[in-house]
T-cell receptor
């Protein structure tokens, strides 16, 4: 199956700083990527849908100015957590879909564990 | 409104026994897909099995099978001959809309933590 990578896998930052998380599709072009957040012992909650070359679509309740998403190429989407606070500490997972017509599956990255101190 | 419901927060099963994890869903779309994912403690999401709304046969993948009852809107996962390595969180998920649309998003249920006893 297709491979999606995330970097970094783990990051610790101080409150008030910004953190960038990268999501890459390694062997396919991803027109659409998705960002999820998962708090401990909870399910994955979709934060936003990232479309290559256009603005991301955010889910209700997700702050656009706090979670900046950039999908500059067909293989890379980035999530920047701006002015991070301890409550932003979470597990962030991205997924990517192949272009339409080539498959139905979303491929998940391994996740990034963010800890804000 | 919650669209994917998993009513079993946790389950304990003896090794080598079969186990059924429940999942019900709600959608008004005619075209949708149902998934099961396994999430071990490492956090990675491991795809297990997929069932399309138009598939007439229940999906099977090795020890995993999906008991799809469309009229009841249920998509239970059956794991046969459970193994210690099956201990993990299991999520049922649904993707609405045409399967050829890469933009249709997947939504997840709350998950079931499965623990296999030796």
């Amino acid at each position: 199956g297709a491979v999606v990578s995330q970097h970094p896998s783990r990051v610790i930052c101080k409150s008030g700083t910004s953190v960038k998380i990268e999501c890459r599709s390694l062997d396919f072009q991803a027109t659409t990527m998705f960002w999820y957040r998962q708090f401990p012992k909870q399910s994955l909650m979709l934060m936003a849908t990232s479309n290559e070359g256009s603005k991301a679509t955010y889910e209700q309740g997700v702050e656009k100015d706090k979670f900046l998403i950039n999908h500059a190429s067909l293989t890379l989407s980035t999530l920047t957590v701006t002015s991070a606070h301890p409550e932003d500490s979470s597990f962030y997972i991205c997924s990517a879909s192949e272009p339409p017509g080539l498959g139905w599956e979303q491929y998940f990255g391994p996740g990034t564990r963010l800890t804000v101190t | 409104a919650q669209k994917i419901t998993q009513t079993q927060p946790g389950m304990f099963v003896q090794e080598k026994e079969a186990v059924t994890l429940d999942c019900t869903y709600d959608t008004s779309d005619q075209s949708y897909g149902l998934f099961w994912y396994k999430q071990p403690s490492s956090g990675e999401m491991i795809f297990l099995i997929y069932q399309g709304s138009y598939d007439e046969q229940n999906a099977t993948e090795g020890r995993y099978s999906l008991n799809f009852q469309k009229a009841r809107k249920s998509a239970n996962l059956v794991i046969s001959a459970s193994q210690l390595g099956d201990s993990a969180m299991y999520f049922c998920a649904m993707r609405e809309g045409p399967t050829y649309s890469s933009a249709s998003k997947i939504i997840f249920g709350s998950g079931t933590r499965l623990s296999i006893r030796p």
